[in-house]
């Protein structure tokens, strides 16, 4: 079946360096979304990718899908410990069922 | 305007009992989804209506039962809980196809001794 892997598992910054994390899966997708689940929380939608090559970006964050459509990142610019939280990925072949990423945890460190 | 309700929010059962796990939206959405949560895997999707009148199975449904009562109920129930099933179970909602947004409900978490 569908599988969407994400790395790294875990991160740990020093507040004001960058973050990024990876998402792949073994088949092409029609879109991917990224959410942000705080400890203690639920999921939270932050964007949705539908092109190949779309970049999209919301102030420090820029998304990147990949031509292939198989792959895709986020990255942070100077984080802040406000990004404390775990990132998913969650992507979409069929049109209504998602498969998410495992996750990575971010820990910012004053 | 609530979004995305979910009742219990703590429970624990013993091996063998039942249970339903009761989700609501009043965002006039299409398609529900029940999903959960272990350290490290990520969410799964148990199962997910895409309108109302239709069920359709999703990466784990083993050992669960929905129902999509209305546009704005969706269901899970156990009918005999395993200690495996001891989780975090988000209910889910979005608009319909091409809709972007899932909202989440602020989640359940299930203790199966």
């Known amino acids: 079946g569908q599988q969407v892997m994400q790395i790294p598992q875990y991160q740990h910054v020093q507040e004001g360096e960058d973050f990024t994390t990876y998402c792949n899966s073994s088949?092409?997708?029609?879109?991917i979304q990224w959410y942000k689940q705080r400890p203690g929380g639920h999921p939270v939608f932050l964007i949705q990718?539908?092109?190949?090559?779309e970049v999209k970006k919301q102030k420090r964050l820029t998304f990147q899908f990949g031509e292939a459509k198989k792959n895709s990142s986020l990255h942070i610019t100077a984080t802040q410990t406000t990004d404390v939280g775990t990132y998913f990925c969650?992507?979409?072949?069929?049109?209504?069922?998602?498969?998410f990423g495992t996750g990575t945890s971010l820990t910012v460190i004053p | 305007n609530a979004g995305v309700t979910q009742t219990p929010k703590f429970q624990v059962l013993k091996t063998g009992q039942s249970m339903t796990l009761q989700c609501a939206q009043d965002?006039?959405?299409?398609?529900m989804y029940w999903y959960r949560q272990d350290p490290g895997m990520g969410l799964r999707l148990i199962y997910y209506?895409?309108?109302?009148?239709?069920?359709d199975k999703g990466e784990v449904p083993n050992g669960y039962n929905v129902s999509r009562l209305n546009k704005r109920e969706f269901s899970l129930r156990l009918e005999s809980a395993a200690p495996s099933q001891t989780s975090v179970y988000f209910c889910?909602?979005?608009?319909?196809?091409?809709?972007?947004?899932?909202?989440f409900g602020p989640g359940t978490r299930l203790l199966v001794l």
């Open positions: 889910a909602s979005r608009g319909g196809r091409g809709t972007e947004t899932q909202y």
């Open positions: 088949t092409t997708l029609s879109n």
């Open positions: 990718l539908v092109k190949s090559g």
């Open positions: 969650a992507g979409d072949s069929t049109g209504n069922q998602f498969y």
């Open positions: 965002m006039n959405h299409n398609s």
């Open positions: 209506s895409a309108s109302e009148g239709t069920t």
